[in-house]
């Protein structure tokens, strides 16, 4: 992540463009007296109701609601974050984004552009080898057999990787006399295209080293990120040798477990996502693509994890997953039941799709078509529905000690779900299931520590320097920002009901993470700047602004709120907020640690002091509101 982006310079980058431009590069927009209307692109309509307006340098759908700046636009119909959308539309202006701090992701961010470059690069090299090489008509008619057109084939970049040893290292990284590219460049371009996956690099009998194309003879399928940059690989065998697919192994760029093949090209659809589902393969991604089902996404050669989950959950409130329906099939959905039940926020949904024998998603749309396909999703199982159904099958039902071995089961499960009303209905069908209140539930949850009070780590010494690796600071600095998101709305929605909190509070000097947290210190800056005594003003500070709608809302919901607007809780957010910048910081400092770098004296020291900092911060769990 990059340093944080004056909010004087995002001012004055709105204040040169015009959205009616911004918008009518995306969208053919219409002059319609002062204003400006077209068919909305973030919902299906026949008769325009999408309007924008050059005096007020923002645009409004009257069907769905859709609105704000240029800025939000470019957001919402290129499907970028904030800085990324900064940083497009700076670039379009010729302008170059400033940052007042650089941060430790982004300095190692900076390193690994090399990566991305060559990444890249072999990405069009494929494209072009599928168009122009010599044997390109095996791959082109294995696509073909599959019912893939050239526009899907284009959608995703999908290319072809020819036979032989060295066709990428040839084309990337070439061999050319002296005076036209130096031999250190050539060296270097190999360590770059090694390090990322694309080459393999081998130990020829202890002689010299030999390098060659890790991917040969395939279809490529270019794994992105979430801007759009390629970042791995995966790669289909035409033939019938092994493996079957071939994935890029991990590098400084890519995770397996952090990435989903297909869900960027999702979110760079133009439509409202409102639920993903999860398949195995590629060809699976773009054949329902192919017939117009756009939120299809695949692990790569993974099951599923907490972080994938958690990237969907943030897009969509429901996710399907998508399982053969054999035992193996059966067996993964367990596997990923388990997984996603401590996601399952109120609010938020899994289900389970089981296939019929010998299809997979790619076959069965190509054999129902949309339409049926879509009603399998519509009528999958429900988390609660797929959980009792499996824990069944594994018991004698009808006897009293097969009831006694279903509340054995199924309490653990239901214990990790997060408190709320799932939770409860969830309880509340064991219970019916059984005939008695659960006994195994309620004893796991008498054990579990209590959530207000003394910690039960509150005795733990302070850790020492280098017992804990950078990454677990980094890791639980991820899971508090995924557990800070409802107390930052909440925190948001006490300060509409009260303005006056702002004065009282004191804004992080951090780079706010997500578009709540922006809005948030927004709010907080505007009342320093101008006090409002009330929601009604505001409302009326914000008019013209892309949030305006959003904060009537938020005004909305406080009127008929229980929330304790006490400025002591908005503020204990607020630092909790800051503890990030403390977190990588003190990530800097470890990963120097762990390169075997000798640190100064004042630099040891200032690493104790942030363990100390980040210590307390992790023992305070007391809650942020409580009701009246």
Known sequence: MAGRIPQSFIDDLLARIDVVDVVDSRVKLKKTGKNYSACCPFHNENTPSFTVSPDKQFYYCFGCGASGSALRFVMEFDGLSFPD??????????????????????RQEQQHQPLFAQMQRASDFYEAMLRSHEQRSKAVDYLQRRGLSGKAAKFFHIGYAPPGWDNLLKQLAPEQPKEQQPKEQQKDTIKQLVSCGMLIEKDDDGKQY??????????????????????????????D????????????????????????????????????????????????????????????????????????????????????????????????????????QDGLQARFL????????????????????????????????????HLKQQVDFDTLDGKARLDQLAAPLINRLPDGMLRQLMRQKLKEETGVDSHALNKLEAEAPASSGTSPDDDIPLPVIDTLP????????????????????????????????????????????????????????KLKQAPQSNSIGLIIQWTGSPYQAELRQLAEKAASSDISPGAGAVAELLKRLSGRKLAAELAQLKARLANKEKLSGSERERLRELQRQMHTLQKKRTSIYKPH
């Open 85 to 106: 959308a900064v940083e497009k539309l700076a670039s379009d202006a010729n302008l170059e984004v400033p940052r007042e701090q650089v941060s430790f992701e982004a």
């Open 210 to 239: 030999r390098t060659y194309d890790r991917f040969r003879d395939r279809i490529m399928f270019p794994i992105r990120d979430a801007r759009g940059r390629t970042i791995a690989f995966g790669g289909r065998v035409l033939g």
């Open 241 to 344: 040798e092994k493996p079957k697919y071939l994935n890029s192994p991990e590098t400084p760029i890519f995770q397996k477990n952090r990435e989903l093949y297909g869900l960027y090209e999702a979110r760079k659809i133009r439509q409202k996502l409102t639920r993903f589902v999860i398949v195995e393969g590629y060809m699976d991604v773009v054949a329902l693509a192919e017939f117009g089902i756009h939120y299809a996404v695949a692990t790569l050669g993974t099951a599923t994890s907490e972080h994938h989950l958690r990237r969907l959950f943030k897009i969509v409130p429901e996710v399907i997953f998508c399982f053969d329906g054999d035992q193996a099939g059966r067996t993964a959905a367990a596997r990923a039941m388990e997984t996603v039940l401590p996601l399952l």
């Open 354 to 389: 089981f296939l019929p024998d010998g299809e997979d998603p790619d076959s069965l749309v190509r054999h129902e078509g949309k339409d049926a396909f879509e009603q399998r999703l519509n009528q999958s199982d429900h988390l609660p529905e797929f959980l009792f159904a």
């Open 470 to 525: 950078a990454s677990h600071y980094q890791q639980d600095d991820q899971q508090q920002e995924d557990r800070l998101a409802p107390q930052v709305y909440q925190a948001l929605t006490a300060i509409v009901q009260n303005p006056a909190l702002a004065q009282q509070l004191e804004i992080p000097q951090c780079e706010p993470e997500t578009e709540l947290e922006r809005l948030l210190f927004e709010v907080l800056n």
